[in-house]
């Protein structure tokens, strides 16, 4: 079984990896630098048309997969605080998709003058934190629950959430 991920990030391919452990034992993991074609900085809808245009170019341009995965970080108003979600599209080789999402939590409200101005947030918090390339470490997730959570952690959930209409398809149809 190959498992491809649009992405080059290794906390988004450490991700897949363990997920994927939970439902198989024999699979090869590849990763492919896939353009997101949305904003640097998702907000709203955006990120979900992000994490499927991840999945579907993978689909399209390397036929030896089993699974597509698109993963995407954006930003949500609610309440009118931002808060961080990560969203995961899954696309089997027969077409049948998921979509899960992480668990999300609340922005500090002033990062969103810099997301106006076309920031990304990985950049906002390599400057708040001092951690250099955060995005391809622990996150922002890291840096404010203290360690206590991590990207890769919070991306296992979303990414066997994704799975969960593929594994029941026949539920699901």
Known sequence: MIIL??????VKINACNLAFKEYFEDFELKSYDIDSKVSAQPLEEETFKGAYNRASQLKQNFLDGDF?????A????MFNKPFL??????????????IG????????????KDIKKGAELGDIM???????????KGGAIEFFSKGILTRTKIYIPAIISSLIPILNADIYQ
């Not at 999402?101 to 969103?112: A, E, G, N, R, V």
């Not at 390599?126 to 391809?136: T, V, Y």
Request: proline share 6%; hydrophobic share 40%; no cysteine.
């Open 74 to 77: 954006g930003i949500k108003i």
């Open 5 to 10: 991920v649009g992405s080059k990030n290794p």
């Open 126 to 136: 390599e400057e708040i934190s001092k951690i250099e390339n955060i995005k391809q």
């Open 101 to 112: 999402i992480s668990p999300i939590y609340q922005l500090p409200t002033f990062i969103m």
């Open 68 to 72: 597509f995965i698109g993963i995407e």
């Open 85 to 98: 979600f990560t969203v995961v599209h899954t696309i089997n080789k027969f077409g049948k998709e998921g």
